[in-house]
């Protein structure tokens, strides 16, 4: 029997979750059970991403739609510190629903560990708040006796951070080339930094990480 943890990973086909899965691979060494890639939620290019990096690292994935509802029902009493506003914004929700998802796919393997490509710099929760909502999906489904627990890698990685650490990983051309920021989904153009059309949100912040990136390693502009 392996010694390894048994993981669940989200997998979408952006940098964040191809560096992560890259270093459960080469560091934690996780019997990877399944990633989870959510197909409802997310750009059909990044879709496309994350099951060309799932085949090229050789690991199992499934593609899984959002329920149409998130869980935050009469079975569920989200922690006393979550505002109304946390429940109704709409990221915020789709996270609630991919979480749940992943506690139910826990249940049904097995796994002991969720991993998550999940930022600080991403989305406006605190590492407590999501901890809670596993641990509150957990008590609705009655996981209590193989301490299934969320990781979350790079949570305290800014972009330019997860860049160094592609690099550190020998896989930053792969994050270049095979993974997906833009909001766009007509514009694919080449840049330094990967692809995209170079001026939506998630171009502009990965061009500013690229940059930040750069400086880090001694090859930006001087100030």
């Given at each position: 029997m392996s010694d390894k943890p048994r993981a669940i990973v989200l997998l979408s086909g952006g940098m964040n979750?191809?560096?992560m899965l890259y270093d459960i691979i080469t560091f934690?060494?996780?019997?990877?059970?399944?990633?989870?890639?959510?197909?409802?939620?997310?750009?059909?290019e990044e879709v496309?991403?994350?099951?060309a990096l799932a085949e090229k690292c050789g690991v199992s994935f499934s593609l899984w739609d959002l329920e149409p509802e998130p869980i935050v029902s009469e079975r569920w009493t989200a922690p006393e510190d979550l505002g109304l506003e946390w429940i109704t914004d709409r990221h915020n929700i789709c996270?609630?629903?991919?979480?749940?998802?992943?506690?139910?796919?826990?249940?049904?393997?097995?796994?002991?560990?969720i991993y998550a490509g999940l930022s600080s710099e991403d989305i406006n929760l605190?590492?407590?708040?999501?901890?809670d909502v596993v641990d509150?999906?957990?008590?609705?489904?009655?996981?209590?006796s193989y301490g299934m627990r969320l990781n979350l890698p790079l949570w305290g990685f800014s972009k330019?951070?997860?860049?160094?650490?592609?690099k550190e990983l020998n896989r930053l051309v792969e994050v270049l080339g095979d993974t997906w920021s833009c909001h766009k989904h007509d514009i694919d153009l080449q840049h330094p930094w990967g692809h995209g059309c170079g001026s939506c949100g998630g171009c502009v912040k990965r061009w500013r990480a690229w940059d930040e990136?750069?400086?880090?390693?001694?090859?930006?502009?001087?100030?």
């Open positions: 979750s191809a560096v934690w060494k996780a019997e990877i059970l399944d990633c989870m890639i959510f197909d409802s939620y997310q750009p059909s496309i991403c994350a099951r996270l609630i629903q991919m979480l749940t998802a992943a506690v139910r796919h826990a249940k049904l393997t097995r796994a002991e560990v605190t590492l407590e708040q999501l901890t509150a999906v957990a008590r609705i489904l009655h996981i209590e330019a951070d997860i860049f160094v650490h592609a990136y750069l400086q880090k390693i001694g090859q930006g502009p001087k100030a």
